[in-house]
Every structure is written in structure tokens, then in C-alpha cells.
């Protein structure tokens, strides 16, 4: 089993820069994702990290060390469609070739202008 | 082509019907997922099939009931459920499990089940 956390909501400036937060505890971590949800639709993939370090995709970006558990996704450049729940998801071994994929409870940003 | 299609959109059910819901992929994945998704809280996984073999059933009941046709199409069979199951389904495809790349989840949009 495992354990994710990410903040309930956080709320951010239109142009601003916003970090959410993802902590873990998993014992075969296998990589973490990060997904966009806006309300009533399903997730979209941003991002993932298996290594340690920062990937950047445009405007987002997001940052793994496997040695504190925990990543953050970075949102630059603030727009008011940005304003959606942000899912980090951890992928673990389970054993016998396979994986299954973990959400946290997601990160509600709101962008105001 | 990153799209996962699913129908239908909304579905109204009584607790005695019977009913499919249905997931299609033309990405190539070899594997295939069911989640089930509440109001406010994040998608919870039910099912997985790889090389449409299932591989993981969550403790899910009986009466959710997953097939794989053949690598493009997965569905959920429903029968006697309760108005509790109401919940968004999400289907989701990837590459199998063992290949390299980051085995990204691309999700469906969801059929909204209300269960009365």
C-alpha cells in the first residue's frame, strides 16, 4: 500500500508561479505522474518522473527525489484556465510483472485574476 | 491519436437492470483499466487487463463485471447495482506493463452513471 499527500486547495495569481506538493510513502515505487482534472472532465496527463530531477514540458514542470518521497509540479505563467484539480499519482510494482497506479486526493488551484 | 472513447456519456439505471459500458482504444495499448471516480475525490482503480488478460481486480463486486474482447475494447457489465455505484467510470489505456517509455495512463472521458 501507500500513502500520498498533496495540499486540499491552494489558490494563485493569473501570470503567477504556483508549486504543489506531493509527498509518498510506497515500497516499489515505479514512477510518479501528474494529471490535470477540470471538474466533470477525466484526467490529462502532464508530466512523470522515474528519475531523480526536474522535467520541464512549457509552462509546467516537475521535480522527483526518491530518497524524501516527494515531488512537486511547478505551474508558471498562471492562466485562468490552469484553475482545475492537480492529481499526483504514484506507480508501484505489485508484484508477478505488473503495476497499479495510485492517485492522491488532488490539489484543488484555484487562479484568480 | 491519444484518444480513449467511451459509451455512453450518461447512464440512468434501476437496480434490476441490466447494462455494458464500453471502452475503445486505436493507440495500440496493450493494456486496459477501469476506475471508478466519486464527487470530489481522486479515481480509485478496479480493474486492469494486460494483453487482454485480467491482471488486477481491486476487490471490486460482483456485480461489476470486466471483458476484453481483444486489445481495442474493454467493458464493464453491470447488473443489481446500488444507487452507491453512482460514480463517474473511467476507462484508460497504456502501453503493457515491461515495455520502456513512461506507460502514460491516457484516460477516457468518462461514462456518469446514476444508479436509482
Known amino acids: 500500500g501507500q500513502n500520498i499527500d498533496q495540499p486540499t486547495e491552494m489558490t494563485a495569481t493569473e501570470g503567477a508561479i504556483v508549486q504543489i506538493n506531493c509527498t509518498y510513502q510506497?515500497?516499489?515505487?515505479?514512477?510518479l505522474f501528474w494529471y490535470q482534472q477540470h471538474a466533470g472532465e477525466a484526467p490529462t496527463f502532464l508530466s512523470y518522473n522515474v528519475l531523480d530531477g526536474l522535467e520541464e514540458k512549457g509552462r509546467f514542470s516537475s521535480f522527483l527525489s526518491r530518497s524524501k518521497g516527494y515531488s512537486y509540479l511547478l505551474l508558471k505563467e498562471l492562466q485562468m484556465k490552469d484553475s482545475a484539480s492537480y492529481l499526483c499519482?504514484?506507480?508501484?510494482?505489485?508484484?508477478?510483472?505488473?503495476?497499479?497506479?495510485?492517485f492522491g486526493k488532488g490539489t484543488k488551484l484555484s487562479v484568480i485574476p | 491519436d491519444t484518444e480513449v472513447t467511451q459509451t455512453p456519456k450518461h447512464l440512468v439505471m434501476g437496480m434490476t437492470n441490466k447494462k455494458s459500458l464500453k471502452c475503445e482504444q486505436h493507440m495500440g495499448h496493450r493494456a486496459m483499466y477501469w476506475y471508478k471516480q466519486k464527487a470530489k475525490k481522486p479515481p480509485e482503480l478496479m480493474f486492469v487487463?494486460?494483453?487482454?488478460?485480467?491482471?488486477i481486480n481491486e476487490s471490486v463486486p460482483s456485480r461489476f463485471s470486466p471483458e476484453c474482447p481483444n486489445s481495442s475494447l474493454l467493458n464493464l457489465h453491470l447488473h443489481a447495482l446500488q444507487p452507491e455505484d453512482s460514480a463517474l467510470y473511467l476507462c484508460a489505456s497504456s502501453q503493457a506493463w515491461g515495455t520502456s517509455g513512461s506507460d502514460t495512463q491516457y484516460f477516457g472521458p468518462g461514462t456518469r452513471l446514476t444508479v436509482l
Open positions: 499519482a504514484v506507480r508501484e510494482n505489485s508484484g508477478a510483472g505488473s503495476y497499479q497506479l495510485t
Open positions: 510506497t515500497s516499489g515505487f515505479n514512477g
Open positions: 487487463y494486460s494483453y487482454e488478460k485480467l491482471s
